[in-house]
């Protein structure tokens, strides 16, 4: 072994650790958009329609009694995987993929015991999740172009793998995404189950620090434009309209709200501080 090799593994090992993604992808761009936690809200009534998603969720968590937190543990697992370092990333996955490993699930129609972990299901999760993010940003405003979306598809493979799915069954672009939600929408449906998980998502309770006054008016414009910004074919699957008007009334009101958002004092969180500084570590490594 050569002392040159030495030393470059030792410089390699030094260099900050940019995660999965790193300051030059579409992903960190994307999920820089305080506005996403508006997609987080719309993936979950897309989930709610596939009827042993929904019945994994019912049956193996009270998610009306910790909706908040639960809605918390979600956002801080998704800025890890993207902004985290690459061993955080891969222990939030191996802690999801643990927490699902042993659950189970019985099927709403047919009583047939099923794992939640199943790659059908996982899929479906992913793909409304990383859709959701990827359309509410761009119809907030966020300019990309048609390679810029794919690519941001792709680099969301990685995401997918660490929750236990292989990339190979995932869709990876605009046009796989768009045969995908074609392919398993016969197997969508508004039961019972879906109707509860969307009257939930437009009427939690509101945490105590927010009053009834104050909280709820501004919970139901924020869902109600999370439900708008659904697919049309989702809309009338929940027995609302799905017009045109309503597509370019949500497109409005979700750009009036990052203008809004982009205005307020916010402060980014710990994970992408900390993203940032790795980044211009590394930067300042290669000046």
Do not use: K
């Not at 199943?118 to 993010?133: C, G, I, N």
């Not at 929750?163 to 398993?184: C, F, H, K, M, N």
């Amino acid at each position: 072994m050569s002392v040159t090799s030495d030393v470059g593994r030792s410089q390699a090992a030094e260099r900050p650790d940019l995660g999965l993604f790193g300051p030059q992808s579409v992903s960190w761009r994307v999920h820089a958009e305080p506005i996403l936690w508006l997609a987080g809200l719309r993936a979950l009534y897309l989930q709610a329609l596939h009827p042993r998603a929904v019945a994994g969720v019912v049956q193996n968590s009270d998610f009306r009694r910790d909706c908040w937190a639960r809605l918390m543990r979600t956002a801080e697992y998704v800025t890890t995987v993207v902004y985290g370092t690459t061993d955080d990333a891969c222990r939030a996955g191996e802690r999801i993929r643990r927490i699902h490993e042993p659950l189970r699930a019985h099927d709403p129609d047919t009583g047939e015991e099923y794992r939640i972990d199943e790659p059908h299901l996982l899929r479906w999760v992913h793909v409304t999740e990383v859709e959701s993010f990827l359309s509410t940003a761009t119809r907030a405003g966020v300019r990309l172009t048609a390679d810029e979306v794919d690519r941001y598809y792709a680099e969301q493979l990685r995401a997918a793998e660490l929750v236990g799915l292989d990339p190979a069954i995932v869709p990876a672009s605009a046009a796989d995404i768009a045969e995908y939600y074609r392919t398993v929408r016969p197997e969508l449906a508004l039961t019972p189950a879906a109707r509860d998980v969307a009257r939930f998502l437009a009427v939690p309770p509101m945490p105590r620090r927010l009053s009834w006054t104050i909280g709820r008016p501004a919970w139901l414009a924020v869902s109600s434009t999370a439900f708008a910004l659904l697919p049309r074919w989702a809309r009338r699957l929940y027995r609302a309209p799905g017009i045109v008007t309503t597509d370019i009334s949500a497109t409005f009101a979700v750009r009036g709200l990052r203008s809004v958002i982009g205005v307020l004092p916010i402060r980014e969180g710990p994970i992408y501080r900390d993203a940032l500084r790795r980044a211009e570590a590394s930067v300042a490594d290669q000046g």
